[in-house]
């Protein structure tokens, strides 16, 4: 289905579906992080879609690639795959989605490969000048592919990191403002860490959990020769997790995640001055590391514009048996910095080796165009056969 769009489609992009949409449906002016790709904080799977977005401390999955990649060190089975699927921003345009293909494998007790294919297809794009003239049709797409490493150090601590080559093709190579657009590509990676215990916790067997991931460090992204460089969306996550084992067949896990971005803030400048003079905050033209170190004082509000760019992303996770789960979640960003809040809820079944999850985010109907988003995950997890022989 054909969608018209001008030629700032760019510009839309690495403002970031979510923030932007936001902003223009409800009229409210914030001071949005500007990155690229902002498709790489999309959450792909259903399982941490129907947690509110949290993921960096439960218990490890293959999707692990994608929350923290220190967590795979923990996998019990020796190797699985993991599908998921999501339509995105229906309410906008019909035909965007985003599909993610991951997959590990446990060399021996303590070391763990693994790899992911994320791909996002904007649709197909009608471009036109600002004058209204037709420019052709265009398939704007984007994609990352990782390879991730974890060791595990002891019973309970492990560290891993991943390697990303990122691809955005959102012009298909049409000229804008007489400069020829290309391809952006860009290399990052992730270091993230992961801590587990079993303990009690008001009187039960309980394993508490603790992961820490900082993502996409790496260079930043350009669309034309010689024009402007845009950070990658450099994120910090953090988080704890608790699964109470109240009996020999109901678990419930309790999580809580907070993210920044790693990204210079914009500043506030000179409206009538032609060179755009600073008058609080500080330069975003920085290198990648004087970016993310001076994440966290550069914000023209001062500290409490800093505290407004975190986001909280809280769970909870119920399991009969191990066979069959209910989640749900909330996800809540300050107004002023994009105004995601919306509620999650996912449904999760386990016949086998097969997992299947579903999750659906319920959001203001008039306000967020991510309401009625839904996510979809099919896991495959290989037990050995001596371990099959077993059970």
């Known amino acids: 289905m054909k969608s018209k769009f001008y030629i700032f489609f760019i510009a839309f992009t690495i403002t970031g579906f979510e923030t932007f949409s936001q902003a223009t449906t409800d009229g409210r002016q914030g001071n949005t992080i500007t990155t690229a790709v902002p498709f790489l904080l999309i959450t ?36 699985g795959f993991g599908l998921s699927y999501s339509p995105w921003l229906q309410k906008l345009v019909p035909d965007i989605n985003l599909a993610y293909l991951n997959g590990y494998y446990k060399l021996d007790d303590r070391n763990t490969i693994g790899g992911s294919l994320r791909y996002f297809s904007l649709g197909n794009i009608q471009f036109v000048d600002v004058n209204q003239i037709k420019q052709g049709d265009f398939n704007p797409n984007e994609l990352s592919v990782d390879g991730t490493y974890a060791r595990s150090f002891g019973e309970n601590f492990s560290l891993g990191t991943a390697l990303r080559f990122i691809y955005s093709n959102l012009s298909g190579g049409a000229t804008f403002e007489n400069q020829q657009t290309k391809p952006g590509t860009a290399l990052a990676a992730d270091v993230s860490a992961f801590y587990t215990k079993d303990n009690q916790l008001f009187g039960k067997n309980a394993t508490i959990s603790a992961g820490l991931d900082i993502s996409n460090i790496g260079t930043k992204m350009s669309y034309t020769d010689g024009g402007p460089k845009y950070f990658l969306p450099t994120n910090m996550r953090l988080g704890g997790a608790a699964t109470i084992h109240a009996d020999d067949f109901n678990d419930f896990t309790f999580a809580l995640d907070v993210n920044k971005l790693l990204v210079p803030t914009n500043p506030i400048r000179e409206n009538n001055d032609p060179n755009g003079r600073i008058i609080s905050g500080k330069d975003p033209n920085r290198s990648v590391p004087a970016g993310i170190f001076g994440s966290f004082s550069d914000a023209p509000g001062g500290f409490s514009e800093e505290f407004q760019e975190v ?33 999650s809820l996912g449904l999760g079944l386990k016949y086998n080796v097969v997992d299947l999850n579903f999750s659906y985010l319920l959001a203001n109907q008039q306000q967020s165009p991510l309401a009625n988003t839904l996510r979809f995950s099919l896991l495959f997890n290989f037990a050995s056969q001596s371990a099959t022989s077993t059970r």
């Open 44 to 79: 792909p799977d259903a399982r941490s879609g129907a947690m509110g977005d949290a993921g960096v401390a439960i218990s490890p999955d293959a999707n692990s690639t994608h929350w923290n990649p220190a967590k795979l060190a923990f996998m019990k089975d020796p190797y």
């Open 311 to 343: 986001s909280i992303s809280t769970g909870l996770e119920y399991w009969y048996n191990q066979q069959f789960a209910i989640r749900a979640g909330y996800f809540y960003e300050n107004p002023n910095k994009g105004n995601r809040q919306y509620l």
